[in-house]
Each structure stands twice: as C-alpha cells, then as structure tokens.
C-alpha cells in the first residue's frame, strides 16, 4: 500500500464510547510490543465522557487517549457531524498513513469518513456484522464504515460472509474476535484485583446480571417497566443492573417498587464486569459485548432482542434471543437450563484475532 518500505508510519485510532477503549487498549498493547518504532496515536472523539463510562477505563487498561475532541452527546447529526470535523483537523495535522476505527458507533463513522475523505485509508475492525434491522443506527453505520474502509477485520465466518455476498472480497481478512483475546489477557488481572463479589456481597450468592441500553428498549419508561418486570419474581435471585446513563435517565421515572430485587448500580469497570459476568447463573443483555463475553465464559444469556450480528453464540444452547416481550422473556427463563457442551470458540479464533489484525497493519504499512 506504502511505497517506502522501512520508512517510519503513523497510525492513529479513533475511539468514542466504552467498548472501544477496551478493544482498542489490547490492539495498542500489542502493537506497541512488537512495533515499537511504529507511532500510534489514539484520538478519543469525547462521545463516552461520565468518569464511568471514560476514565474508569482508562486508569485500569492504562490507556490514554492522545486528543479527547470534547464532542459529548446529541442527536446522530450532532454527533457524528461534530467529530467529523473535529477529526479532520487533526487528521490534516497528524497525517497517519493508516486509521483505524472499531465497531459501529458514532465515533466509528466519523472516523471512517474524515479519514477517507483525506485519502487515509481505514481499518475497520469488528467488520461485516450485520443485524439486517436498519431501524438500528449502528446497522446504517457498520454499512457505511465497511464500504469506505480499505481493511476489513471480521470477527467471525459470518462477518466474512455478509460481506462476501456484498461484494466485498479485497481486503477481508478473518481474523476472530478481539473482545476474546481482550477478556483472555485481562481476566487473571480482574481475578487478582477485583472486590467487586466483597463490595456486593455476592460471595456464595446465586445472582443474575442485567445490562441494557438500546434505545428502543430504555428510552420509554412503560417499556422498561415492562422488561423490568418480567425478570422479578419473589423466588429469584437477586438481580445486579449495572446501569448505562441512557437507561438510568429512564429508571429515575419508575418507582423503586417496580425495582424490587434489583440492584441497580453505576456501570462498573471493565475488570469488575468480567468477574460479574463469570460469576452470574444468568445474563440478561441487550449489548453485543456482553452476549459474547456469556458464551466465552460459558454462562447462559438471554438477548433482549429479536436479532443478533453474534448468530454464533446461539449455537449450543448458550445465548436465546428472546426480543422484549415480558411473556416471552418470562417463559424463556421458565426453560433454561445450562448445556452440557462447553461453548464453541472455534469460531471466534481463541487468541488470533490481535496477532492477525498486527500482521495485516504491519504489512498494509510496508512494515
Ligand atoms: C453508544 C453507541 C452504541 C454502543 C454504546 C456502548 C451509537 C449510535 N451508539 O450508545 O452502539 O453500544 O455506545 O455503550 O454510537 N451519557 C452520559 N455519559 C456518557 C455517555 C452518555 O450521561 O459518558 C448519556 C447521555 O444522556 C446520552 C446518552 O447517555 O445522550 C446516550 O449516549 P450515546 O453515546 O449517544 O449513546 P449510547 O447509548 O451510549
Ligand atoms: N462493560 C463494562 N462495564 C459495564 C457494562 C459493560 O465494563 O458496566 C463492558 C463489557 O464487559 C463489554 C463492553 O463493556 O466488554 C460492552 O459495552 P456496551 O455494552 O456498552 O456496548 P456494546 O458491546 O453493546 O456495543
């Protein structure tokens, strides 16, 4: 792609929003471990900020972002419109040979379009997932950012199929799921550190966890109630709700009846969240993260939602798509049961995914 083999590069990732500083903290660690000449500088559009959702990462993944472009919240316009041109300039400034974006937010679309549109080319990691439900503005944006992207990363064989039957052939490169190699790197360190089973005394307590933030589902207060309602149940365990702050906006509607037996609190930190995670008997999750990290860990999830771009983690009696619907939801609950077979991680490529994205930016720079 360079025609100055040797010479010294330049990439730079744009980050915005919680799933991205995790990804993009183990994709930097290694880089910088078998690179280290190379520079990689890491813009930060500003679209997560709250210390829970920014700085609790960034302390315990010792990740720091080189700009925080300040960019907050707003409509989608808003949003990816004012990171656009705040990326631009200090794209135009920085001149990286090659950018790299991650996954399907805001942040990720801007990133995509300042970068191409200065003739930079883009790496897109966690490419071709496709729920097939424009309704989702993560859907508009995983389709935008994969046309002007030059590398395509693919978690999975259906990543790479998706995009196959798009057309897209050059530049895809299978390379498995990076949120696996992030949870295996870091789940000895959130074993040795984490309190949080002390903190919620949930030692030797049977709990389920519970994380959603679609706004479809948690913008209407009726609604949540409504989803809310069908996980409580006098003879079930204690349920712990780590709380996005879109979904918090909506729950200080609700009485603290409608709460019963849930623990509702901050979202927690990256190390914190993996040993609840390991420790649940059951996951309840809108978010693509937590869907996988339950089938890696093996703990059984339901997805409160009518699609998935994670169709592997069905297999096996893992994870059950269950939408929104309280009877739905209640009846599924009703017929768990945890499966004999372990989770297949054939398909996520168990610790390949960050060596094969290096070898695939390391060659793209001529490196
Ligand atoms: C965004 C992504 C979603 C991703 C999620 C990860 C888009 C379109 N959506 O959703 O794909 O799964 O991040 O968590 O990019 N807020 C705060 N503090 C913060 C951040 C947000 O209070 O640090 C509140 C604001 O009221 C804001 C609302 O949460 O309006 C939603 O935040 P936003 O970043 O727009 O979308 P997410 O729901 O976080
Ligand atoms: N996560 C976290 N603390 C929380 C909730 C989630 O560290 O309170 C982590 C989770 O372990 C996963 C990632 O954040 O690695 C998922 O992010 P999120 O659910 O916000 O977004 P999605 O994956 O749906 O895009």
Redesign the pocket.
């Known amino acids: 792609m360079f025609d100055v083999p040797g010479a010294q590069r330049k990439l730079l990732s744009v980050v915005g929003?919680?799933?991205q500083f995790?990804?993009a903290a183990m994709l930097s660690r290694t880089l910088a471990r078998e690179a280290p000449g190379l520079t990689h500088l890491h813009l930060h559009t500003g679209q997560h900020y709250s210390p829970?959702?920014a700085e609790?990462?960034f302390d315990e993944l010792d990740y720091h972002p080189d700009f925080d472009l300040k960019v907050g919240s707003g409509t989608h316009a808003y949003q990816t419109g004012k990171a656009l041109i705040e990326i631009e300039k200090v794209l135009q400034d920085e001149r990286p040979d090659l950018v790299i974006v991650y996954?399907?937010?805001n942040a990720t679309l801007a990133g995509a379009l300042a970068a191409v549109k200065l003739h930079i080319p883009v790496a897109h990691v966690e490419a071709g997932l496709r729920s097939f439900n424009r309704g989702m503005p993560?859907e508009i944006n995983r389709i935008v950012t994969d046309a002007v992207s030059e590398i395509l990363f693919c978690p999975t064989p259906t990543a790479v199929s998706n995009l196959k039957k798009e057309g897209r052939k050059d530049g895809v490169v299978h390379t498995g799921d990076i949120?696996l190699d992030?949870?295996n790197y870091f789940l000895p360190r959130a074993h040795e550190t984490s309190d949080v089973l002390d903190r919620l005394a949930l030692n030797d307590q049977p709990f389920w966890l519970l994380?959603t933030?679609?706004p479809s589902n948690v913008d209407d207060e009726n609604k949540l109630g409504m989803i809310i309602k069908a996980f409580i149940r006098e003879d079930r365990p204690r349920i712990i709700f780590?709380?996005?702050p879109r979904t918090a906006k909506t729950l200080d509607k609700l009485s603290s009846h409608d709460l019963d037996n849930i623990d509702v609190?901050?979202?927690?930190?990256?190390?914190?969240?993996?040993v609840?995670?390991e420790h649940a008997q059951l996951i309840l999750?809108?978010?693509?993260?937590?869907?996988?990290?339950a089938y890696f860990l093996g703990r059984s999830c339901l997805t409160l939602r009518e699609e998935t771009e994670w169709p592997e983690t069905l297999e096996g009696g893992w994870n059950y798509l269950v939408g929104t619907d309280p009877d739905t939801i209640i009846k599924a609950i009703d017929r768990i049961r945890v499966p004999e077979e372990s989770p297949d991680l054939e398909a996520f490529e168990a610790g390949k995914a960050t060596e094969r994205m290096q070898e695939g930016i390391l060659k793209a720079l001529g490196l």
């Open positions: 929003a919680r799933p995790i990804k829970e959702m609790i990462f996954g399907d937010t993560e949120l992030t949870l994380t933030h679609r780590p709380c996005h609190i901050p979202p927690v930190s990256y190390l914190d969240m993996l609840l995670e999750t809108y978010s693509g993260g937590v869907q996988r990290e």
